[in-house]
């Protein structure tokens, strides 16, 4: 009886090209933040998210209320519905006006919840500047 002890093994590697394809994929699905974020871009990362959601909110509601204000005017001028016309218009109006105290709230709200992490890197990244 033959002991046939062999043992065959074949790798097969991606080429170049595969391997830039699978390694574009596999970063679309990659959730975690870029490790190396020095302290200058975390410092704009939050003033950025802090001024956007100041600016987004107010905007959205501004736009709806228009919206319904637009709606009010094509009531009266185009349907001939005077009066539920200026109702609807007069309620689009309320929207408009309560963007920008929206506005200031979302900022104050934002620079209360971001405002230490702020201003520790920006005394922090100061510091670094005087030292050198």
């Known amino acids: 009886m033959e002991n046939n002890n ?5 790798y097969n590697a991606p080429s170049e090209a595969q391997r830039k394809e699978i390694e574009s994929i596999r970063r679309q699905y990659t959730t975690s933040k870029p490790q190396s974020e020095s302290k200058m871009e975390r410092l704009l990362r939050l ?20 919206l319904i204000s637009g709606l009010g005017m094509a009531m009266v001028l185009e349907w001939s519905m005077l009066l539920l016309g200026v109702i609807v218009g007069i309620i689009g109006l309320v929207p408009i006006a309560l963007a920008y105290p929206l506005h200031k709230y979302v900022l ?11 201003l520790r890197l920006s005394e922090e990244l100061l510091n670094e500047n005087k030292s050198e």
Do not use: H, Q, S
Request: net charge positive; aromatic share 12%; proline share 3%.
């Open 47 to 66: 003033d950025n998210t802090v001024k956007n959601n100041a600016t987004v909110y107010p905007l959205i509601l501004g736009v709806v209320g228009t």
């Open 6 to 10: 062999e043992f065959k093994f074949t």
């Open 108 to 118: 104050k709200k934002m620079k209360n919840k971001y405002g230490d992490e702020i």
